[in-house]
C-alpha cells in the first residue's frame, strides 16, 4: 500500500469505477471519490446507488464522495442524454454512447480540485477496446502536460483497468455488492422513488446483463423489463 498516497478515483456508480474504487483502497492510504454532475437524465439514480455502494464498503481510507458540476445543458442541448428520448438501446454500438468530451471535462473539473486538495494522481476505470479518443494513454499524457503547463502541479492520470474486459473487472470485484452499483441510461421511476431501476433495455443495461452472463456470475440487479438481446450465451464480452 502507498501509505502517504492519496488518489481522486473519478466515479460514476457503475461497475467499473465501483469496483476500481475498491482496487485503489488496496494500494493507497486516502481515496477520493469525484462524481462530475453534468446535468444528464440518469444522475439523480446514479448517485443514489453511488452512495449506497461507497456506504457499504466504506473504512477509513476511503473519503466521502465529492460532487462537482459541470453543467452541460447549454452545449448538449436535446442529445439524448440531456433530454431522455430515443436513449441507445441494448443493439446499439458502443460508438452509439459517445458524449461529446465526456472525459476531457472530468479529468479538467477533477485535476483543479487535485491540485488544489493536495492529491497527485487521479483513476479512470477504462477497459480495454474501449473506442473513444478521450480514453487512449495519448489522451491521458496530453492531459498531464496541459495540467503541469496551465495549473504548475504535477498530476498523474492513471488507468488501471486498461488491460482487463469487463468480464476481468467483474471477476475482481465478485466479492463486493454489485447489485449496488448502477449501470443505466434511462432510469425508470426515478422521478417518484428511490432507488431507481434499471430500464434493462438500454445499451448499458444490455452491457451490464452480459457482462455477469460471461463472468458466471449472478445478477442480483433489478431490471424495469426484460432485455431484447440474448444473454444466455457467454463469451459475447471478450473484447
Known sequence: ????????????????????VHRMMQDYSSVQPIYVRCGLVWEDAELFHLREFLASIGDSRLRPVKILDVPM????????????LNVPDDRSPDE?????????????KAA??????DISAIALGVLHGNPFPDSSLQFCRLVEQAVAEGLGCDVTVLRPFSGMTKRQVLELGSQLPLELTFSCMNP???????????????????????????????DNTEYAMESSCDVETPGLLQN
Open 96 to 108: 452509439a454512447v459517445y458524449l461529446p468530451g465526456r472525459n476531457l471535462l472530468l479529468l479538467s
Open 188 to 218: 425508470r421511476n426515478h422521478l417518484r422513488r428511490a432507488p431507481s431501476l434499471h430500464c434493462g433495455t438500454c445499451n448499458k443495461c444490455g452491457e451490464r446483463r452480459l457482462a455477469f452472463v460471461d463472468a458466471g456470475l449472478p
Open 112 to 117: 483543479v480540485f487535485c491540485c488544489m486538495n
Open 1 to 20: 500500500m502507498s501509505e502517504a498516497m492519496s488518489i481522486c478515483v473519478l466515479v460514476s456508480g457503475g461497475l467499473d469505477s465501483c469496483v476500481l
Open 73 to 84: 445543458a447549454d452545449v448538449y442541448g436535446v442529445h439524448w442524454s440531456m433530454s431522455g
